[in-house]
Every structure is written in structure tokens, then in C-alpha cells.
């Protein structure tokens, strides 16, 4: 009987052997199922590669842009140098007018000796422009200021010799307004009765001296000014005082080079 069932249970073995192994077979099948499943996730992986993209776009342009920035930085200062220079550039003009140039003038009123005292003002007119080059530097009807700096009236003392005085001029006053600075003057003594009109002597450096000659004071001044002095008064001067008419016109050394500014 024994030996009756072993075929049985062989073959009841083999069919539990083939279920399991059909079972085992099954169940792992879905596994590969799964796996086939799961599989195309890792193809998808690359997508994450755009921000690789996008990270490298942005580094690239921000080397390049700092460096403009510097370059114009770097010019600016170069632009504005020259913006200093431009109001530097002369909106005027410096005109020299040089020593012994004649100031051709003339007075409003008389002067004299007789009244006229020291420290007194004294404007005079420029009756002819005074011109340097192209440029007019002291204009016709400029009025030329001045002070008398000495007087001896002849009706104080002075009886013998005449009278005389001196003038100073320091400034002329364009019709403008513009003033220039000048130094110029010239001395007047009493008309003789010879034909010589004279008694005018350019110089008012010689001012205190050529007066004292004039009126036979010894005041020192060298030999030119006593030649001149013997020149201005030839004639017969006693008595009379030294006069400037309105129609005299007196022609004035400047003694020193004068400095006008224009507009360019």
C-alpha cells in the first residue's frame, strides 16, 4: 500500500512544485512590470538641465557690464577738464597803450592860477580816440580825471615872474563807464607878451621843480627842465597868471605805459 502512494505523492509534489514555482514566476512579474514602469523617470532626468542653462546665461554679462561702467568713469573726468577752460577763455582783451602817446585835451572852463588851488579836481575831454592796433583804446569824449597837484598865483608874491600851475591826470572814463588807469600831467605857466603862445611843459614828474624855476625859486631839477622853463615862459610873463582856455587844446604825454581792457 506504501508503495501504492509514492507515485501519488511524487506527482502531488511535482503539481505543488509547478504551482509554486508558476506562483513564484507571477510574482515576479510584476516586478518587471514595475520596473518597465519606473524605467522612463530616469530618461525624463535631463529636463533638470535648463537652470544649467539659465545659471550660465546670467554669468556671462555681468563681467561685461562693470567694465563699460568703468570706461565712462575713467572719461568723464578727461570731458570735464576743458569745461573749467571754457569760462577761462578771455571774454576781454589787454591793450597796452605805451608811454608818450598824446592825450589831445581840452577843458570845459577855464583854469588859472588865480583861483585855482591844489587838490583840486579837474576833468578834461578826449577830443581825439586814441587808437592801438585795430583797437580803439581810449574813446573820442572820454573824460580824463586828474587833480591840480601845485599853484603859484601871480597875485601872491609872484608878481615878478607870473603865475603857474600844475597838473595831474590819473584815470580816463570812457563814454561807457569803463575806467583805465594812466599817469599823465604837464604844467602851464604865464603867457609872455612875445609871440610864443607857450607857458605848456609835458611832465608832471618835473611838477614842483619846473614851477620853482619858473618863478625863480630854487627848488633843484636838472638842466632840461631850466631849458625848458627858458622856453615855455620867452616873452614878458610879469603880472599875468597862467590861463587854460575852454578852446585850447593841449596835447598830454602819457609818462608810463597804460593798461586798458576791452572786450574781445
Do not use: W, Y
Given at each position: 500500500?506504501?508503495?501504492?502512494?509514492?507515485?501519488?505523492?511524487?506527482?502531488?509534489?511535482?503539481?505543488?512544485?509547478?504551482?509554486?514555482?508558476?506562483?513564484?514566476?507571477?510574482?515576479?512579474?510584476?516586478?518587471?512590470?514595475?520596473?518597465?514602469?519606473?524605467?522612463?523617470?530616469?530618461?525624463e532626468q535631463p529636463a533638470p538641465e535648463p537652470p544649467q542653462e539659465q545659471a550660465a546665461a546670467p554669468v556671462a554679462p555681468p563681467p561685461a557690464a562693470p567694465a563699460p561702467s568703468r570706461?565712462?568713469?575713467?572719461?568723464?573726468?578727461?570731458?570735464?577738464?576743458?569745461?573749467?577752460?571754457?569760462?577761462?577763455?578771455?571774454?576781454?582783451?589787454?591793450?597796452?597803450?605805451?608811454?608818450?602817446?598824446?592825450?589831445?585835451?581840452?577843458?570845459?572852463?577855464?583854469?588859472?592860477?588865480?583861483?585855482?588851488?591844489?587838490?583840486?579836481?579837474?576833468?578834461?575831454?578826449?577830443?581825439?580816440?586814441?587808437?592801438?592796433?585795430?583797437?580803439?583804446?581810449?574813446?573820442?569824449?572820454?573824460?580824463?580825471?586828474?587833480?591840480?597837484?601845485?599853484?603859484?598865483?601871480?597875485?601872491?608874491?609872484?608878481?615878478?615872474?607870473?603865475?603857474?600851475?600844475?597838473?595831474?591826470?590819473?584815470?580816463?572814463?570812457?563814454?561807457?563807464?569803463?575806467?583805465?588807469?594812466?599817469?599823465?600831467?604837464?604844467?602851464?605857466?604865464?603867457?609872455?607878451?612875445?609871440?610864443?603862445?607857450?607857458?605848456?611843459?609835458?611832465?608832471?614828474?618835473?611838477?614842483?621843480?619846473?614851477?620853482?624855476?619858473?618863478?625863480?625859486?630854487?627848488?633843484?631839477?636838472?638842466?632840461?627842465?631850466?631849458?625848458?622853463?627858458?622856453?615855455?615862459?620867452?616873452?614878458?610873463?610879469?603880472?599875468?597868471?597862467?590861463?587854460?582856455?575852454?578852446?585850447?587844446?593841449?596835447?598830454?604825454?602819457?609818462?608810463?605805459?597804460?593798461?586798458?581792457?576791452?572786450?574781445?
Amino acid at each position: 500500500m506504501t508503495n501504492r502512494f509514492t507515485p501519488v505523492a511524487l506527482v502531488v509534489a511535482c503539481v505543488m512544485f509547478l504551482v509554486v514555482v508558476g506562483c513564484s514566476g507571477q510574482s515576479s512579474q510584476p516586478p518587471a512590470d514595475q520596473t518597465a514602469q519606473q524605467a522612463p523617470p530616469p530618461a525624463e532626468q535631463p529636463a533638470p538641465e535648463p537652470p544649467q542653462e539659465q545659471a550660465a546665461a546670467p554669468v556671462a554679462p555681468p563681467p561685461a557690464a562693470p567694465a563699460p561702467s568703468r570706461s565712462h568713469a575713467s572719461s568723464i573726468p578727461e570731458e570735464r577738464q576743458p569745461a573749467p577752460a571754457a569760462p577761462a577763455v578771455p571774454t576781454t582783451v589787454t591793450v597796452t597803450v605805451p608811454s608818450g602817446t598824446q592825450l589831445a585835451l581840452a577843458f570845459p572852463a577855464e583854469l588859472t592860477s588865480a583861483t585855482a588851488q591844489v587838490g583840486d579836481a579837474v576833468v578834461a575831454t578826449l577830443k581825439q580816440s586814441v587808437v592801438v592796433g585795430d583797437r580803439v583804446a581810449f574813446p573820442e569824449g572820454s573824460q580824463v580825471r586828474g587833480t591840480v597837484t601845485d599853484v603859484k598865483p601871480a597875485s601872491k608874491g609872484f608878481k615878478e615872474t607870473g603865475g603857474a600851475l600844475s597838473l595831474q591826470f590819473t584815470s580816463v572814463v570812457a563814454p561807457n563807464g569803463h575806467k583805465s588807469t594812466i599817469s599823465a600831467g604837464f604844467s602851464k605857466v604865464a603867457e609872455g607878451s612875445a609871440a610864443k603862445k607857450g607857458g605848456i611843459i609835458g611832465g608832471s614828474a618835473v611838477g614842483g621843480a619846473l614851477l620853482g624855476k619858473a618863478l625863480g625859486k630854487s627848488t633843484g631839477g636838472g638842466a632840461a627842465v631850466g631849458a625848458a622853463i627858458g622856453t615855455a615862459v620867452a616873452g614878458t610873463t610879469k603880472g599875468r597868471e597862467a590861463r587854460i582856455k575852454p578852446d585850447d587844446l593841449l596835447q598830454v604825454p602819457l609818462e608810463q605805459n597804460a593798461k586798458v581792457v576791452l572786450p574781445r
